[in-house]
């Protein structure tokens, strides 16, 4: 298990840009996957991005592909994600979560450790 906290949140007008960080424990961050998902109020937790351990491979969800870029610094214990041209539906909690085996999966369930979220506001 790692421990995470998320940062970087905030109110942005639509068409803004954020960028998120997670801060990770441990010295063998390199080996997990790490993802991002949100939820928005009275909706389920859903994926957003994710990438490997090495960071060579990610994959996103089809509504931000082309906004969001995902990346990972292993000497700093940190995955960020890079939110560009903010939508109003963009508007969630964000959660970064950590795959110690396997690498693919959008279920959160397949993501045993979490962060507290932090709010993301986008205002049209």
């Known amino acids: 298990q790692v421990q995470l906290v998320e940062s970087g949140g905030g109110l942005v007008q639509a068409g803004g840009s954020l960028r998120l960080s997670c801060a990770a424990s441990g010295r063998t961050f390199s080996s997990y996957t790490m993802g991002w998902f949100r939820q928005a109020p009275g909706k389920e937790r859903v994926f957003v991005a994710a990438?490997?351990?090495?960071?060579?491979?990610?994959y996103y969800t089809d509504s931000v592909k082309g906004r969001f870029t995902i990346s990972r610094d292993n000497a700093k214990n940190t995955v960020y994600l890079r939110m560009n041209s903010l939508k109003p539906e963009d508007t969630a909690v964000y959660y970064c979560?950590?795959?110690?085996?396997?690498?693919?999966?959008?279920?959160?369930?397949?993501?045993?450790?979490w962060g507290q979220g932090t709010q993301v506001t986008v205002s049209s």
């Open positions: 979560a950590a795959q110690k085996v396997g690498y693919g999966s959008r279920a959160p369930a397949e993501f045993g450790s």
């Open positions: 990438i490997s351990g090495s960071g060579i491979s990610t």
